[in-house]
């Protein structure tokens, strides 16, 4: 099965480490506006990027995917 990023548990992770949008988006050495689009799967985030934003989280990829079923 498939896993797919799931943008509310991504919000989780921040949130989880007491992270704001600002201070995330300055240790990734990004925008605000960018971070939050990018939290909001309004921009479609590369895998360095996830695996950036996770460490920082301090996150697995497991804590921020969902199994997708298929028919």
């Known amino acids: 099965m498939a896993r797919t990023l799931n943008y ?4 989780q992770a921040r949130r989880n480490r007491r992270l704001t949008l ?3 988006a300055n240790s990734l050495a990004i925008d605000k506006s960018t971070a939050w689009r990018l939290e909001n799967g309004k921009l479609r985030m590369t895998a360095d990027m996830l695996f950036r934003w996770l460490e920082v989280c301090g996150a697995s990829i497991d804590s921020v995917t ?4 298929g028919n």
């Open 66 to 69: 969902s199994e997708e079923r």
């Open 22 to 24: 600002r201070q995330l």
């Open 8 to 11: 509310s548990l991504l919000r």
